[in-house]
């Protein structure tokens, strides 16, 4: 099932930050007793404008690689609180090592596709192992991934260790029911920006320093 797929276009889920100590313990827990984890490993590289137009509009636009599979993905954030992320999101299937901008012009506000005649760079990329379990709650369904990697602008990196519980189809009440049971004995704490932000709080500090 492709990610946030059954909402129109919106991705909806918790992000949660992790302490080494606990990785072993959550994929040991019993809520993931019943099934064997997929595993990818993926490699994103997000791209902009010189000026970061695509962030300026509460836009990113990466290019990921993994499982044989090369996706481009255009989010947009609709609502952050809490942990709770709530985006738009468009994906498609491509065969090119670059965006293609004509598949996303349309999901962009028109101020900046009449704007967007600057080429696309890469900014920063991701590389990161996933642990993805898929959970049947309360009618719906819900993906529990464990994502360990870093995050680099080319010269830094930043570790990643993080957990996401994403609604992929279904009702609100089984995202947060999954959360729930997860942090009733692994400690959790919400994680409040998500790759892109850090991406680009990387290369902004970098370009304080310089």
């Not at 997929?38 to 137009?53: A, L, M, N």
């Not at 005649?117 to 049947?136: A, D, G, I, N, Y």
């Not at 279904?170 to 004995?185: D, M, Y």
Request: with cysteine; proline share 4%.
């Amino acid at each position: 099932m492709r990610r946030g797929s059954r909402f129109g276009g919106k991705e909806i889920e918790l992000k949660f930050a992790l302490d080494p100590a606990v990785v072993a313990v959550l994929k040991r827990h019993p809520l993931f007793a019943t099934q064997r984890p997929s595993v990818k490993r993926f490699v994103s590289v997000y791209f902009d404008t010189d000026d970061h137009d695509l962030r300026r509009n509460g836009m990113s636009l990466r290019l990921r690689k993994g499982g044989g599979r090369a996706v481009q993905t255009l989010k947009r954030r609709i609502r952050r609180s809490y942990g709770l992320f709530v985006r738009d999101q468009h994906e498609a299937e491509i065969a090119l090592d670059e965006p293609d901008l004509e598949l996303v012009r349309a999901h962009m506000p028109e101020t900046l596709r009449n704007r967007l005649h600057k080429p696309l760079q890469p900014v920063f990329r991701t590389e990161v192992h996933r642990t993805e379990w898929q959970l049947s709650r309360c009618d719906s369904m819900v993906s529990v991934v464990v994502d360990e990697g870093f995050v680099t602008d080319g010269s830094r990196n930043e570790p990643i260790l993080e957990l996401e519980v994403e609604l992929l189809d279904g009702r609100i009440e089984a995202l947060f029911a999954v959360a729930r049971l997860l942090t009733r004995t692994i400690p959790l704490r919400f994680n409040l920006e998500s790759k892109a932000d850090r991406g680009y709080r990387l290369v902004r500090s970098k370009m304080l320093v310089s």
